[in-house]
């Protein structure tokens, strides 16, 4: 098992250096612009999560299904 991985190791090394793949292969495991842009997007949206109201519990009339007013605690 060590050795196939060691074997197979060292193709993908020859053949990135063979056929010039650096560009490639950094794309694939390097962080690119988009990766940038999610991780950004995702920590806007935690922030408006915890800067959003909590959620508000209305009372509805049982025979018409219509919300009638808020409820009160």
Known sequence: MIVKKLIVNQLVSYFVKHFQMDKIMNYV????ELDDKVRCLEDKIELLEKMAHAP???VTCEECKHIIKEKEE
């Open 29 to 32: 495991f390097d962080d690119n």
């Open 56 to 58: 508000r519990d209305f």
